[in-house]
């Protein structure tokens, strides 16, 4: 008989590992350390550009479901895209932000237009209508902004009531305009339609400030740039008519004419049947106003034959 013999095995001590807290600390200070590194980035991100954001996912969220109306972009008949005006307010505000903080630019509004004013002395020298780099740079980043959609753009120039007499500008009326036409084709260079562009200058005749004091001189002084929320107004449809009806008229002038017998007498010829103290006022022809189309597409209203001749 064989007898089995069975080992009894020894137990092994194991060792507790009291660090392993070590572990989940690290991975703590990584998180907290990777938190600090946020909210130092977070800390330097412009104040306007994160109002602009909060407001824009507030009013995503807030409006799910969003009508045409209070779209960013409205499509219009021809394919050409309009801006909607709050949202080119905001994007311009962000902008020009710097100039708006030094006071020498301001951006507002309303459901008509957007206008951005800014000051003369930051575009041009005294009395001079030649643009700086910097309002280069300036009209460079806001033609940026307006090439892309067809709304109109208006830009008007402004004075004091300083007069100004040099050797290129005899007038406040002269410089003002020169200043929104430098305005207008450093826009066209940069990109916008200018189809979509117009320039006028009001010289000292629309002050925002007193001209009796520096200040408000210097506010004066000053050229505004008008986004409207409507296209470049086409010429009026009714011309084609107007002047449809107008060609018919003056083919039809034969209608108005004094008879040969008539002008016979009138020209005291003894020939004549008729004689001067017969002739009534209504024999006489009607003096009637037409207008005529002119080469450079206006209207002369006139009712001189010859006159009608000298002006096609």
Do not use: C
């Amino acid at each position: 008989m064989r007898h089995i013999i069975m080992r009894r095995r020894s137990t092994i001590a194991t060792k507790t590992n009291h660090e392993r807290w070590l572990v989940s600390y690290s991975d703590f200070i990584t998180l907290l350390f990777a938190f600090f590194v946020v909210m130092y980035s977070v800390s330097h991100v412009s104040e306007s550009k994160y109002k602009v954001l909060s407001e824009t996912l507030q009013s995503a969220f807030s409006q799910p479901v969003q009508s045409l109306a209070a779209a960013p972009v409205e499509i219009v008949e021809n394919g050409d895209s309009l801006a909607a005006l709050s949202s080119l307010e905001k994007s311009l505000s962000a902008l020009l932000e710097g100039a708006i903080a030094k006071g020498s630019v301001s951006v507002w509004g309303n459901e008509d237009w957007v206008e951005i004013e800014v000051s003369s002395a930051l575009l041009f020298n005294s009395g001079d209508a030649a643009p700086s780099q910097e309002a280069r740079q300036i009209f460079a980043d806001v033609a940026e902004v307006l090439s892309p959609f067809a709304n109109a753009v208006a830009v008007s120039g402004h004075t004091d009531d300083i007069p100004i007499r040099n050797t290129r500008f005899d007038s406040n009326w002269e410089l003002s305009s020169a200043r929104a036409v430098a305005v207008v084709n450093l826009l066209a260079v940069e990109g916008v339609d200018p189809t979509r562009l117009s320039a006028i200058g009001y010289g000292e005749y629309q002050p925002i400030g007193d001209n009796a004091t520096p200040e408000g001189r210097n506010q004066n002084r000053r050229v505004v740039l008008r986004v409207a929320r409507s296209k470049a107004q086409a010429p009026r449809e009714g011309a084609d008519t107007i002047m449809s009806n107008a060609g018919e008229r003056v083919s039809n002038t034969q209608d108005i004419l004094p008879s040969p017998e008539l002008v016979n007498a009138l020209e005291g010829n003894p020939e004549s049947d008729i004689a001067p103290n017969d002739i009534q006022q209504e024999d006489l022809p009607i003096n009637t106003v037409e207008p005529i189309q002119l080469p450079s597409g206006g209207l002369l209203f006139t009712s001189d034959a010859k006159g009608r001749g000298e002006a096609r």
